[in-house]
């Protein structure tokens, strides 16, 4: 067990799991700041014993300050809690912000305490408080060889896989995942707008089972999974798409250009090049100074 007691700001959804989680693995969460009225009374209706106190005062008597705020606030609330004297070598803290290393919390580890970045690659939706949840999640570990085994030892409290991220990747780290979830994401929601407008009525059924096998193959094999009328350099489709979405759905076709365009970039050196520059032309933004479109 890397802590017992522990304050937690910021309980949000990614927050609120990992205070379920730490608590189920035998840790307690004695000390909530921060956030809402309505997320702190969530949080203190579902785990027993949590006091509600002001953001300087939630490290007191705890092990481990876990900030899970949105990612611009986490060097303000080290600020606040080191101006108000409330850390020391007795104390870990950690942040959960996927995009910063350990510079946000420059000013704890100067006061004493041990500091890590920790960050799950997983999606956290509203409402959720199963640790299981987090059961073989992989999180991003940034930390100094010194810290780097107690980061380990938490993250392994929550049931999940650590591995090492070095400060200066950090950033691209988390355009990675952002890309992989949010982008994928958008990818899929304007699908199924698509097949709704098909009149397709279920059209999870329909795009589930491919979205999946795409992601696994992509995730697997990189590039060479990608397939499709781009990766074929068949224009006579992609004009086809463009012409239907843009008649009923002309901001889905603007999403599709937009990623039919990404598709291009990584697939043009395979394509011959009379054939890229024909997709160029279809998937140029009409909008832009110069088109055609």
């Known amino acids: ?78 600020d606040r809690l080191v101006r108000a004297d409330a850390l020391d070598a007795s104390h870990g803290v950690v942040h959960l912000a996927g995009v910063h290393g350990t510079a946000p919390l420059r000013r704890a580890g100067l006061a004493g305490a041990r500091i890590a970045a920790l960050h799950p690659a997983t999606t956290v939706p509203a409402g959720s408080h199963d640790p299981a949840q987090l059961h073989g999640v992989a999180w991003a570990v940034t930390a100094a060889p010194s810290d780097r085994a107690w980061a380990h030892a938490i993250v392994a409290d929550l049931g999940g896989d650590p591995f090492d991220v070095h400060e200066d990747a950090r950033v691209r780290y988390h355009a990675a995942l952002a890309l992989a979830s949010n982008a994928v994401g958008a990818a899929v929601v304007a699908a199924r707008r698509t097949l709704l407008a098909s009149g397709v009525t279920a059209p999870d059924r329909l795009l589930a089972p491919i979205a999946r096998a795409s992601v696994d193959a992509a995730a697997a094999g990189g590039a060479a999974a990608l397939t499709g009328p781009v990766v074929r ?24 250009r937009a990623l039919s365009r990404a598709i291009l970039t990584t697939v043009r050196p395979a394509l011959p090049g009379d054939v890229a520059t024909a997709l160029d032309v279809l998937l140029a933004d009409p909008t832009s100074a110069g088109s055609d479109r």
């Open 233 to 256: 350099g068949d224009t006579a489709t992609v004009a086809a798409h463009l012409a239907a979405l843009g008649e009923d759905l002309p901001e889905v076709a603007e999403a599709y």
């Open 1 to 78: 067990m890397s802590a017992t007691r522990v304050g937690l700001v910021g309980p949000g959804r990614l927050g609120t799991l990992v205070a379920h989680a730490l608590g189920a693995s035998g840790a307690t969460l004695t000390r909530v700041a921060g956030g809402s009225d309505a997320s702190r009374t969530r949080l203190r209706s579902g785990l027993a014993g949590v006091r509600d106190v002001p953001l300087e005062e939630v490290a007191e008597g705890v092990d481990l300050v876990v900030i899970a705020t949105p990612d611009g606030a986490v060097a303000d609330v080290v």
